[in-house]
Structures are given as structure tokens and as C-alpha cells.
């Protein structure tokens, strides 16, 4: 079994930064897309941005221009560089991996708070 583990995580001001990572505890082999989610008290989750094995990113409209998905396959790891936060950033963020390719399993981390506020 995968174990996904998310760092990064904690308190900043309104225009502040944080990079959350995600590390795999081993390499997942296969086509897949590894993502960001993120889900605020009260709220469903929602995607926050993904990068397929080839590279292509998408990110939901909420985040564009302030948010970067970038992964280091060497290192089994996604990270998310958050800039230009905003209170309604304020959630918690979960990693995911989805093979695409059999086993066509899915992984998720146990989740990083993200909390902005002044």
C-alpha cells in the first residue's frame, strides 16, 4: 500500500505564500494524475489543481495565477506553491494519486491545514 504524506501546512497572512508537499512512500509506476484537493469546514472537496504524468497542469479558476503544481519524480513528490493567499484559501489540503493504468487505484494523503488569516 501507498502512503501519501503532506508537509507544508500551517498559518500565514492575506498576500503571504506556503509550498505544501506531498511525499510518496514509494515510486507508483503507471500513467496517473497526482493532485491537490482541499476542503473548507461546512464546504464539499474540491480540486485545486492536478499534473497528468505528462506534464499537463490544470487548476481550478478559483487559484490560477497564484497557485503552482509542480512534481519531482525523482523524488516521489507534488508540491503545491501557494502565492497571493487569501482567507478563503482557509482549508484543509489533500493529496491525491490516481493510476489511470491497472491496478486503476487511488491514493489519498491524510490531509495538511491551511489557515490564512491576519
Known amino acids: 500500500q501507498v502512503q501519501l504524506v503532506e508537509s507544508g501546512g500551517g498559518l500565514v497572512q492575506p498576500g503571504g505564500s506556503l509550498r505544501l508537499s506531498c511525499t510518496a512512500s514509494r515510486s507508483i509506476f503507471g500513467v496517473k494524475i497526482l493532485g491537490w484537493y482541499r476542503q473548507a469546514p461546512g464546504k464539499e472537496r474540491e480540486l485545486v489543481a492536478i499534473?497528468?504524468?505528462?506534464?499537463?497542469?490544470t487548476y481550478a479558476e478559483f487559484v490560477k495565477g497564484r497557485f503552482t503544481i509542480y512534481r519531482d519524480n525523482a523524488k516521489n513528490t507534488v508540491n503545491l506553491q501557494m502565492n497571493s493567499l487569501k482567507p478563503e484559501d482557509t482549508a484543509v489540503y489533500y493529496c491525491?494519486?490516481?493510476?489511470?493504468?491497472?491496478?486503476?487505484?487511488?491514493?489519498w494523503g491524510q490531509g495538511t491545514q491551511v489557515t490564512v488569516s491576519s
Open positions: 491525491n494519486v490516481k493510476r489511470l493504468t491497472l491496478p486503476r487505484d487511488e491514493f
Open positions: 499534473i497528468s504524468s505528462g506534464g499537463i497542469t
